[in-house]
């Protein structure tokens, strides 16, 4: 009995050494497996280079702590990150060893060649980040193996071919990064399948057909990114995404019309759906979008009016709905819109309305030209009671009005802290008020010209890119203090022949009046286009009701913006510094020769 008993303790003593080394060995080759990869990953990605390179081949990995690896109790490899450290070379495809591991970001360094198909088999990640790297190649079609993923980011790389169907079996995906790359054909409809997608952008490739309705099931996404593609179809899913904060589709061949429901998305902050095909009406319900920041439709065949529900969004702080065929009036509910900083409504069928006005002023006439205004007495408006006003103070930086016609009554607070560019334009003002540092920016591409029966101009600034295409016509005296007019002009022969001549006859007129109240504190600039300046002189006169500028003699460029370039004179002057001391250096090097030359000749004559 006691034999049996001691030959069992035995036996348990046995098996226990055996499994314990059988354990050991395991654990010591897996230790010894995914070292091996480390240091792979070390000679493949030229190691002795990196940014950081803190322990590395010292010891053990997880006890010694290499840079970038993380391990966990059992000394498994478990997160690699190397975030913009400076590997340069491919990713060895022993990476697929790693089996524990759970993260690996390999993101913003200059790794080339292909996605190693081996990661396939690391199905514990949870988080794949190859971002802004040089990979080449498809995405790999065992992608769907890493079913755990929550984060996939392979975005800014050279990758090309076709998005795998397998990607929908990543059902915990959350985040799906594949913009900037070169990937083309559909978005497959296994899309669908990513029901916990919050993120999803594929902009900036070569995708097309249309976007898959499976695409309704993604119930969880706030943001769909996928602008500068070639999609085609409708967009008449998008009323499905519920949660949705965030759509660019812009830069496609996407067409129909916009969802009239789209209101639905009470989420909604940016809306980005410019350079496309979509016709028909700007819905109403955009109106209903209490969090819309920034609306984008420029580049459309979207027509009709505007629709005064605009301006319900209060958050609004860009409105593009510039290059379409809107028509008829501004509403004049755009006037709670205290927040938008940048409206741009070039190249439409726009026109002013009926607008309030405070006097009854029907034709006025300014030497050989005259114009209508429009106010409550007037036969085309009969009942005007509505008035505009833009009030873009604070913050405001740009209001660009190009091709298009307006006849409106503009407040003083239209134009504070205002940049406004007009081209193109015709714009009839009863009231046109500059203040607080204003800037009104006359461009050179067409003539604009600016009718008002009222001009002040006061603390602000005029670019005028061709003072004899663009002009500034008042029917009431005029009044200027402080205001800096800059002209800017293209070299030729007649501006020449203009700079040249003083003559008091010889200037380009810019301002139609018939009187001048004030004109005080008035500075002139004039650039060409080759970068020159001159002075100018303000020619006021008083019989035709006009103010020109004539140029005069050349003078230095103060730094600053010449005809859009950044000129720094500073380093002008500089330069022509340098070159009159290298021109010196040369004149010296010259004479330093023909005096060698002349001696070398009285030595060879002695000899």
Not at 293 to 298: C, D, G, N, Q
Not at 520 to 545: A, I, L, P, Q
Request: with cysteine; aromatic share 8%; net charge negative.
């Amino acid at each position: 009995m006691n034999k049996q008993l001691w030959g069992s303790v035995l036996l348990v003593i046995l098996v226990t050494i055996v499994l314990t080394f059988c354990v050991t060995t395991t654990y010591s080759s897996a230790l010894f497996n995914e070292t091996n990869v480390l240091i792979d990953l070390w000679n493949s990605t030229a190691g002795p280079q990196w940014s950081k390179t803190t322990n590395w081949l010292i010891g053990d990995p997880c006890i010694d702590l290499w840079y970038g690896v993380v391990c966990d109790d059992l000394h498994h490899v478990i997160r690699l990150y190397f975030f913009d450290n400076k590997l340069n070379g491919t990713i060895p495809d022993s990476i697929g060893n790693l089996l524990f591991l759970k993260e690996l970001d390999l993101s913003t360094n200059s790794l080339t060649g292909t996605i190693p198909p081996s990661i396939g088999n690391l199905v514990s990640l949870t988080s794949l980040v190859l971002y802004t790297n040089q990979l080449t190649g498809t995405i790999f079609d065992t992608i769907g193996d890493l079913t755990l993923l929550t984060l996939l980011d392979l975005s800014e790389n050279l990758l090309s071919g076709t998005i795998p169907p397998s990607i929908g079996d990543l059902t915990l995906l959350q985040e799906l990064w594949l913009n900037r790359n070169n990937l083309n054909g559909i978005i497959p409809d296994s899309i669908g399948q990513l029901t916990r997608l919050t993120l999803l952008w594929m902009d900036q490739n070569d995708l097309s057909g249309t976007i898959p309705t499976s695409i309704t099931q993604l119930t969880s996404l706030n943001r769909l990114v996928l602008y500068g593609n070639m999609l085609s179809g409708d967009i008449s899913f998008v009323t499905s995404l519920m949660n949705l904060t965030n759509l660019d589709i812009e830069d496609n061949n996407l067409s129909g019309t916009i969802p009239n429901d789209i209101g639905l998305l009470t989420n909604l902050k940016k809306i980005w759906i410019g350079n496309n095909n979509f016709s028909g009406t700007l819905p109403v319900s955009l109106g209903s979008l209490p969090q819309l920041i920034y609306l984008s439709a420029h580049g459309n065949a979207l027509n009709g009016t505007l629709p005064p529900e605009l301006g319900q969004l209060t958050q609004l702080e860009l409105l593009d709905l510039s290059r379409n065929l809107f028509e008829g009036d501004m509403p004049r509910e755009l006037a709670n819109l205290i927040k938008l900083t940048n409206l741009y409504l070039f190249d439409n069928l726009l026109h002013g309305g009926c607008y309030e006005l405070n006097y009854t002023i029907d034709t006025c006439n300014v030497g050989d030209w005259q114009f209508k205004c429009l106010c409550p007495n007037s036969p085309t408006c009969p009942s005007a009671s509505c008035s505009l006003s833009l009030d873009l103070d604070p913050v405001t930086h740009t209001l660009v009005l190009i091709n298009n016609t307006y006849h409106v009554t503009t407040p003083v607070s239209l134009f504070k802290k205002a940049h406004i560019t007009i081209d193109s334009t015709t714009l009839h003002f009863y009231s046109l008020k500059l203040n607080a540092s204003s800037t009104l920016f006359l461009v050179d591409r067409y003539p604009s010209v600016i009718y008002a029966h009222d001009v002040n101009l006061q603390d602000s600034s005029i670019y005028n890119m061709n003072p004899s295409l663009n002009t500034i016509h008042s029917s009431a005296c005029i009044s200027v203090v402080n205001v800096t007019f800059t002209f800017t002009f293209v070299d030729t022969q007649s501006s020449q022949e203009l700079v040249n001549n003083t003559a008091s006859t010889h200037y380009i007129p810019f301002i139609y009046a018939p009187c001048i109240n004030e004109w005080r504190e008035v500075v002139g600039k004039v650039h060409s286009s080759k970068g020159k300046c001159y002075d100018v002189n303000f020619v006021k006169d008083v019989e035709r009701g006009v103010v020109g500028v004539q140029m005069m003699h050349r003078k230095m460029c103060e730094s600053g913006n010449v005809y859009g370039l950044n000129v720094d004179m500073n380093v002008l002057n500089m330069g022509v510094s340098v070159g009159v001391i290298g021109f010196i250096i040369i004149m010296i090097v010259v004479v330093c020769g023909v005096l060698r030359l002349r001696r070398r000749k009285n030595d060879l004559k002695s000899l």
